[in-house]
């Protein structure tokens, strides 16, 4: 892993961080192969998700399927404070979720601040197969959730609202990129830093099936106590998630301003479609960001992309972003991305 301070110079001339233009187009490099069918996701919680997803997939079942249900394993998982119905509120005391699907024949669906609904990557998927829409937000997005028989629920748990309640009596009542590095993960007296073990966010899910095809899957509460309404890049087809049969998938996590600013998997994807590997791709996506915004050092956005032919890759700003992998070999496997710093 490129870590150490005293490499950094050289890895952000090699990806054109410091040099002011584009990086020239690069070769294959680094990155792991799995077999087909496999699974990725981003996060240590990515390991049950994936193995959800390997029993549709190791059945011959389609990707969509597999990570419509891996990514459900984190949206009701009561421990998880970022991801589904125990996730961390607004500045306001609302849970509101976001996800978004695409599958192999380019379709996408997607719900953006949608409240009182535990599985939003399900609602996301009834809007891509169900309406000519891609994109359903906050009431309506409710609405058409209950109409098609999701149950409306109570979604701010104890533990959350505790949690809430603490944050009121010292916030400035203004969201701040990373502030879950204050209180996540304070149950067992592991704060964490940013991008690290403490402070997940999002879980983003990449299938490549036996027949050949991908899907990707991305779900997510957002940023802990950020302003009313406010979506981040999770559900923003291109942003948070993107998927291109022909060529490859790449999901993201993190502060998704930064990812939207920059169209991240669109743009990983893309990369890769010029012949980049998956690695190269996503490395030069967290560049790109760099270069245009070099305080970002700071906050954390990892990249994570699957190819066509099941090579994976992984690069994020800070240390500490982790993805599990699973295909036939193994179902349990973690990884420590690369990073600039």
Same mark, same amino acid.
């Given at each position: 892993?490129?870590?150490?301070?005293?490499?950094?110079?050289?890895?952000?001339?090699?990806?054109?961080?410091?040099?002011?233009?584009?990086?020239?187009?690069?070769?294959?490099?680094?990155?792991?192969?799995?077999?087909?069918p496999?699974?990725?996701?981003?996060?240590?919680?990515?390991?049950?998700?994936?193995?959800?997803?390997?029993?549709?997939?190791?059945?011959?079942?389609?990707?969509?399927? =597999?990570?419509?249900?891996?990514?459900?394993?984190?949206?009701?998982?009561l421990?998880?404070?970022?991801?589904?119905?125990?996730?961390?509120?607004?500045r306001?005391?609302?849970?509101?979720?976001?996800?978004?699907?695409?599958?192999?024949?380019?379709?996408?669906?997607?719900? =953006?601040?949608?409240?009182?609904?535990?599985?939003?990557?399900?609602?996301?998927?009834?809007?891509?197969?169900?309406?000519?829409?891609?994109l359903?937000?906050?009431?309506?997005?409710?609405q058409?959730?209950?109409?098609?028989?999701?149950?409306?629920?109570?979604?701010?748990?104890?533990?959350?609202?505790?949690?809430?309640?603490?944050?009121?009596k010292?916030?400035?009542?203004?969201?701040?990129a990373n502030?879950?590095?204050?209180?996540?993960?304070?149950?067992?007296?592991?704060?964490?830093?940013?991008?690290?073990?403490?402070?997940?966010?999002?879980?983003?899910?990449?299938?490549?099936d036996?027949?050949?095809n991908?899907?990707?899957?991305?779900?997510?509460?957002?940023?802990?106590?950020?302003?009313?309404?406010?979506?981040?890049?999770?559900?923003?087809?291109?942003?948070?998630?993107?998927?291109?049969?022909?060529?490859?998938?790449?999901?993201?996590?993190?502060?998704?301003?930064?990812?939207?600013?920059?169209?991240?998997?669109?743009?990983?994807?893309?990369?890769?479609?010029?012949?980049?590997?998956?690695?190269?791709?996503?490395?030069?996506?967290?560049?790109?960001?760099?270069?245009?915004?070099?305080?970002?050092?700071?906050?954390?956005?990892?990249?994570?992309?699957?190819?066509k032919?099941?090579?994976?890759?992984?690069?994020?700003?800070?240390?500490?972003?982790?993805?599990?992998?699973?295909?036939?070999?193994?179902?349990?496997?973690?990884e420590?991305?690369?990073?600039?710093?």
């Open positions: 892993m490129l870590n150490r301070r005293g490499l950094i110079g050289a890895s952000l001339v090699g990806s054109g961080l410091m040099g002011g233009g584009a990086a020239s187009a690069a070769g294959p490099s680094g990155g792991i192969q799995l077999t087909k496999c699974v990725i996701s981003t996060w240590d919680f990515g390991v049950p998700a994936n193995q959800a997803a390997w029993a549709i997939l190791s059945k011959g079942g389609r990707a969509l399927d =597999a990570v419509e249900a891996g990514a459900r394993v984190p949206e009701q998982d421990k998880n404070h970022s991801v589904g119905r125990a996730g961390y509120p607004d306001d005391g609302h849970v509101s979720l976001d996800a978004s699907i695409m599958d192999e024949h380019g379709g996408c669906g997607a719900v =953006a601040a949608l409240e009182h609904i535990a599985h939003p990557i399900s609602v996301a998927r009834a809007v891509m197969e169900k309406t000519p829409h891609v359903l937000v906050g009431a309506g997005a409710l058409f959730a209950q109409e098609q028989g999701f149950p409306r629920e109570e979604l701010l748990t104890p533990e959350s609202r505790a949690a809430w309640e603490a944050w009121k010292e916030a400035k009542y203004a969201p701040r502030s879950e590095v204050g209180d996540y993960g304070k149950t067992s007296g592991q704060l964490g830093t940013p991008g690290g073990k403490g402070n997940h966010d999002t879980i983003g899910m990449l299938a490549l036996a027949a050949g991908l899907s990707g899957a991305c779900t997510t509460s957002g940023m802990a106590w950020k302003l009313r309404g406010r979506v981040g890049d999770s559900p923003i087809v291109g942003a948070g998630l993107y998927v291109d049969n022909d060529v490859g998938a790449a999901t993201s996590t993190g502060v998704g301003e930064e990812v939207i600013r920059n169209v991240g998997s669109f743009l990983v994807v893309e990369l890769m479609r010029q012949g980049r590997s998956p690695q190269d791709a996503c490395k030069e996506a967290v560049a790109r960001i760099l270069r245009k915004k070099p305080d970002a050092k700071d906050l954390q956005v990892g990249f994570l992309a699957l190819s032919t099941g090579q994976v890759g992984a690069w994020s700003i800070q240390k500490g972003f982790s993805y599990a992998l699973c295909d036939g070999t193994r179902q349990d496997r973690l420590a991305g690369d990073s600039f710093y």
